[in-house]
């Protein structure tokens, strides 16, 4: 990752040597899943990496992700490959219960207030697609962002 990519076109050598590449991961993977590298848990946990969109006034990709994460100044949010990302790191938890209602609720606030202080950098988080000709108020945004990033990354971490 990182390394810059000049080409749109790809021969067969680099597709098979992308293969090559992919399969030698999940060799790697494999190998540390049998080398016990990973802590067995004794009930299934759920940890998220949530990437989210950073979006000027007319919703469109605002390269500001520094300025954000300064302004957010919470370790769980992290950059992210694209100047118009960023992401939250939330670390593994016990799944069972009300777990995910208060996994939504930890998200809801953590990205309300990660909204409002983004907008020191006249940026807005969004984790939802443009909706067009659709109006909606801040709070409501957030919610509905909240609810999509969350079920969204549940979904990911489930398949």
Excluded: C
């Excluded at 067969?12 to 899943?33: I, K, N, P, T, Y």
């Excluded at 609720?105 to 984790?127: C, N, P």
């Amino acid at each position: 990752m990182g390394d810059s990519i000049s080409s749109q076109r790809f021969t067969r050598q680099d597709r098979a040597r992308f293969r090559e590449q992919v399969q030698r991961g999940l060799e790697a993977l494999e190998h540390m899943l049998g080398d016990g590298w990973f802590e067995e848990a004794s009930q299934p946990q759920l940890g998220l990496e949530i990437e989210l969109n950073l979006v000027d006034g007319e919703r469109n990709p605002a390269m500001t992700n520094e300025q954000v994460l300064d302004a957010i100044a919470n370790p769980a949010f992290q950059t992210e490959l694209g100047r118009f990302n960023v992401e939250i790191n939330v670390a593994p938890r016990p799944l069972g219960g009300d777990s995910l209602t208060e996994l939504e609720k930890v998200l809801g606030s953590a990205f309300a207030a990660a909204d409002e202080r983004a907008h020191s950098a006249t940026t807005r988080i969004d984790a939802a697609k443009p909706r067009s000709g659709l109006a909606r108020s801040s709070r409501a945004a957030t919610r509905a962002t909240t609810r999509k990033a969350t079920a969204s990354a549940m979904r990911e971490a489930m398949i």
